[in-house]
């Protein structure tokens, strides 16, 4: 039953980088089947992903009030994130619609190179901006820009599309698994060097999923992931504001006012929000008391002004998003195994970091300073978290 | 079904479902510990955050709360709080802290580097001004100086004057404490509990917006309800005044008691400043001043005389006008031969041999239980702070000079509320009633709760006392007290005029000068006292230097008025047409003093006798040149 129009219009639509299901390739009938049909997953993932983001804004302008204090405008850390969330739209609208294979085929190797070289200039200086001793980002005539999170898409589609192509060799160390760990290393190395070993440690443990779950041999996992936390921890103990951190997460009373003071300030605001929070706006804690609470802390914001309520339904939607995330990688996974790893990857990132993040503001998690997704103030880690995510919405599209 | 067709293609297994699953476990169980700890945190042990957070937030403001105020014994006010503004600032909200000093010191009339300083301070607050009134308040606040606050502060106002009554109500500081008088002595009941503002606030101080105030409201304090009489005590502060103006002296004291309660009626003293000023003192010496009184004393030992059974109002003895005892030789202000007087006799002339013979008769223990029974030496159940209690030595540290010169009240030192306190006790029968200045406290509901008064204690016999009532009643008719009297009542008082002991010891001062304390206690009227009054002019100068010059004079004109103010009814017949008289020309009370006024000028022309003096250490107050002549 097709028509010469339904015809041109599945052409169109590949062109585009849209691809007809299989039910309405074959099954196009008439008006209805002009518009695709979208799994329920993506529907979740689109609600989700657009939710959380309009509730970070308006988070972000109540956690930012505290600026006022200073003399600062209160409004000028929502009006940022309003640029940054429509620039994050128009990624995610652009990524949503562009052919993922794309990524593979085309983008891949351009990305990894750009985000690795980023993430080079980022340690010189005059290029790189340098915040509470870190050089996270680079600043180009007012704007700043993070090549972490950048590099953590190219790293989970170069991942993903070498783990792919060579599946079988994805248990051979030579040929896979020796250049993966090596370009994850030398990445892992640079966010070090900011030093950010929050976010290197998030763009590890993505990686080791995706090995993971491209069926990587047990035992090369265990050798990766000993060697790793090993790694890790040394580097944690070496550093002397980090081994403070990590003391203080284990008991943050030992000393409030100095290394303990924003674990005990984030507590103080989830104590104050009790059951169903003081209300929007009503927040104490981002009065001078809690640092970063826009940004690093804004989770604790939620849970006080809504409350355990309101931070369970935020943790709820990174597990749904989780859970949806991985369906799609489940539904791809013998149909497409690329877009399937590059699922598992950004699923894994988005709710991994979600987890660090509001880990360390429960008091479950040493403090690391990444980010929470789609909530935080932030410009660039929003508009590529977004665009990542817009990938992850392009491979929901084709699950059926 | 129909897949993706591409070149990249799978060669082989798929990403491993058992694998998702086992990552998507690890997920959940991940969301499982964060959401424990969440509800942990935020539900289930929230205690210790949720107090050290309100710890670091909340403020507490304290408001002021509003002090009791202070009534005369008819509930009027005599010094209350009213509010006023005080002018504070925020140092961090100061721009530009040298034209804000510029633009209001002239306003506050204070320097402007004074203000400058107080603004440029590194902190959050700075009184600039405390309670100033209204019109400056107003100019402040029409600056509009932005950091700069008009804060309401409760201030003490007497209504009666800075000076009325300073210094028995004392006064209290700017934040409400009393510092003085009884402003003091109840400050715990004129004091409220202070309220709370608590606001949250952020680290740095300011209010945060969404933050909780509550207020626990300030709760006033009581009032204390006095014994004084307002008008009372005006006239007697006026009266004083006026007297001592004119007496040239350098003080005085009056205390008006009600004996028949020792209700203070009213308390005043005078003092004469250093730029010749008469105005009332901030010090009570009616509590504070212990001196020695002379002659108003005699009544003292004579009570013990009667009481002892040694003597009655008609037993004479044969008194000469000089007497030496050991080293000292006591004289008699006028020279007379050896004569035959009664007790009545000796107390009318004021005879200090007459005295001191029956003194001797009642000995060192009688003498000094006689003056020990009506509270010579300890202080009164007043309490007022400062109060003196006057020196009576124990008799184990008497010398053989001891009983003849305390028993004409020199070597003794009282106060003049003691000296108002023993005499009421005589006009009250012999049962003394503890003096008091507060009545009770009236909480802000209008109760009215008493403070605790000593029960009566009688001292002497009723009949000691009319006997002792009789021979002052006999002074004032006929002896030294004669300018006492007043029309329509019969008085029964005492003149003293007493030698000032002089710094460097002794009683004369380095050219050689005594100094005099010139009294007058008594009561009336005699046949049903109703008010003892005791007048001290300290150090009275010229002719008027006697107790019965200086002082009867202020006791009869305060007298007067206050039988008429408190309405006594006259009580000797003959008098009542005189009072009637007095009463048709002017219900106003005025004209009673001048009737008392009028009366003492025919008192004045009257002979008096002198008083005595004696020294009780030195070569004995025997210089019959040292004139004392009372009138």
Known sequence: MKTPLAERRRAQQASRGRHPTSRQATTGRGPRARRRRYSPLFGLLVILGFGLGLYGLVMVLSASSGDALDGGDPWSAFRRQSLWFAAGLMAALCTSRLDHRLWRERLSIPLLLGAGAMLVLVLVPGVGLSVNGASRWIGVGGFTFQPSELAKLALIVWVADMATRRYRDV?????????????????????????????????????FVVLYMAGAALSHLWIMAGVASCLALTLAWLAPYRRER????????????????????????????????VGLGASRGKWGFLPEAHTDFIYAIIAEEFGVIGGLT?????VLIGAAGFLVAHRLRQRDPFASLVAVGITTWIVLQAFVNIGAVVGALPITGVTLPFLSAGGSSLVVTMAAYGVLLNIASHVD | MTVISTP???????????????????????????????????????????????????????????????????????????????????????????????????????????????????????????EVDDRVAERVADLGIAGIFLDEEPSRHNPGGDHYARAVLGRSDLDGHGISGLETLYDDVLTGVPGQNLLERTNTGELIPSGQQRVIPAIAGDSLVLTLDQTLQYKTEQVLVQHVT?????????????????????????????????LPSTENRAVTWQYEPGSIAKPLTFAGVLEAGLADLDSYRDVPDSLTIWDATFTDADEHPIASWSLVDILQKSSNIGTIMWAQQLGDEGLYDSLRSFGIGEPTAVGFPNEAPGLLHDTDDWSGTSLPTIAIGQGVAVTPLQMAQAYATIANGGVAAAPRLAQGSQD?????????????????????????????????????????????????????????????????????????????????????????????????????????????????????????????????????????????ESLVEQDAAAAAREALAAGEATDDAADGHAHPEAEAGVDPADPAPDG
């Open chain 2, 246 to 278: 004119d007496t040239g002296a350098a003080g005085g004291v009056v205390v008006v008691l009600d004996n028949t309660n020792g209700d203070i009626l009213s308390m005043a003293t005078v003092s004469r400043s250093d730029d010749d000023a008469v």
């Open chain 2, 8 to 130: 990249y293609r799978s060669r082989g297994a798929e990403p491993s479902a058992p694998r998702l699953g086992i990552i998507a476990v690890a997920m959940a169980v991940a969301a499982a510990l964060l959401a424990w700890q969440l509800v942990d945190i935020q539900v289930a042990n929230p205690d210790r955050y949720r107090e050290y957070g309100l710890d670091q937030r909340l403020t507490s403001d304290q408001i002021p709360a509003e002090r009791g105020a202070i009534l005369d014994r008819n509930g009027l006010l005599l010094a209350g709080s009213v509010a006023s503004t005080t002018i504070t600032a925020n140092p961090r909200l100061i721009s530009d802290p040298r034209q804000t000093a510029t633009d209001l010191a002239p306003i506050l009339g204070l320097p402007v580097a004074e203000l400058e300083a107080q603004l440029r301070r590194d902190s959050y607050f700075a009184f600039l001004a405390r």
């Open chain 1, 314 to 318: 935020v943790l709820g939607a990174f």
């Open chain 2, 444 to 584: 802000g509901a209008g109760n009215f709760t008493a403070f605790p008064h000593p029960e009566p204690r009688r001292v002497i016999s009723e009949s000691t006392a009319g006997k002792l009532t009789e021979m002052l009643t006999a002074v004032v008719a006929e002896g030294t007290g004669i300018n006492a009297a007043i029309p329509g009542y019969d008085t029964a008082g005492k003149t003293g005029t007493a030698w000032k002991p002089q710094p460097g010891g002794g009683y004369e001062d380095e050219a050689g000068e005594r100094h005099f304390v010139a009294s007058f206690a008594g009561f009336l009227p005699a046949d049903d006292p109703a008010i003892t009054i005791v007048v001290v002019i300290d150090e009275p100068s010229g002719t008027r230097e006697s107790g019965g010059s200086a002082a009867a004079p202020v006791f009869a004109e305060l007298s007067l008025y206050a039988l008429r103010h408190l309405r006594i009814p006259p009580s000797t017949e003959t008098a009542v047409s005189e009072q009637e008289n007095v009463r048709s």
């Open chain 1, 171 to 207: 248990t051979c160390i030579n040929s896979t698994l020796a250049p993966i760990l090596m370009m994850t290393g030398a990445f892992a190395v640079l966010l070090i060097l900011e030093p950010d070993l929050g976010t290197a440690i998030v763009v590890c443990a993505v990686v």
């Open chain 1, 246 to 277: 990590l003391l203080a997460f284990s008991d943050p009373w030992e000393d409030p006012l100095e290394s303990g003071y924003q674990t005990v300030q984030a507590g103080v605001a989830l104590a104050n929000g009790g059951i169903s929070g």
